[in-house]
């Protein structure tokens, strides 16, 4: 266990649904991120929060909302995805003072029909 | 970019013998990760190495960093079947904020 949890771990939508992605950090760090991984591509950052300010939105559509309402939860709204949309979606947590080491949750497998 | 190169992409040896994997990138560091990710799951960090650090070590694991060259390698010694996983370099950027992920190289380990 890392001490970062999401939920739910596996979410099949369709394209007009509405639905949320979880992560909560158990550490007391400071900052959290969005990360996409796709198949045969490198992990993409999607957005960084630092002290629950987003600080970096790696011009991800906006059909990809987050959320950040303490330093101990992130939220990712999703919103009339595509079918590339299907991903394995993580969530990390790290300090936020500059050791960057960052901390992973288990992943949402999230597949768009 | 900030993306590098990691190489090689896929490796399989046996069981008991050493597993070199490398890692290069294009700008300058505040420092450099390695991570490993079994299928599917969360990424787990092994070792982290500064800038200013040339050669780190933890239990099995080595790595090295050359700043001239701007690469970095990770040696597995004496592998086991349990060490079968992908493995990722990350460079931090020189705020030491965001970490930049390269497309890792998938490793195997045979019994």
């Keep these: 266990e890392t001490g970062v949890t999401q939920t739910p771990r596996h979410l099949v939508m369709g394209m007009t649904n509405k639905k949320s992605l979880k992560c909560e950090q158990h550490l007391g760090h400071n900052a959290m991120y969005w990360y996409k991984q796709s198949a045969k591509k490198p992990l993409e950052l999607m957005f960084v929060y630092n002290f629950k300010e987003q600080t970096e939105n790696n011009s991800v559509p906006s059909r990809f909302s987050p959320e950040c309402p303490n330093s101990s939860h992130l939220f990712l709204h999703l919103h009339t995805l595509q079918p590339e949309d299907s991903a394995l979606y993580l969530c990390a947590s790290s300090q936020g003072g500059g050791d960057e080491t960052q901390y992973f949750g288990p992943g949402t497998r999230l597949l768009v029909l | ?111």
């Excluded at chain 2, 990138?25 to 500064?50: A, D, E, F, P």
């Excluded at chain 2, 597995?76 to 079947?81: D, E, G």
């Design chain 2, 1 to 111: 970019s900030q993306q590098g190169e990691e190489d090689p992409q896929a490796l399989s040896i046996q069981e008991g013998e050493n597993a070199t994997m490398n890692c290069s990138y294009k700008t300058s560091i505040n420092n450099l990760q390695w991570y490993r990710q079994n299928s599917g799951r969360g990424l787990v960090h092994l070792i982290l190495i500064r800038s200013n650090e040339r050669e780190k070590h933890s239990g099995r694991l080595r790595v090295t960093l050359d700043t001239s060259k701007k690469s970095s390698s990770l040696l597995i010694t004496a592998s086991r079947a349990a060490d079968t996983a992908s493995y990722f370099c990350a460079r931090g950027n020189n705020a030491g904020n965001m970490l930049t992920f390269g497309g890792g190289t998938r490793l195997m380990v045979k019994p």
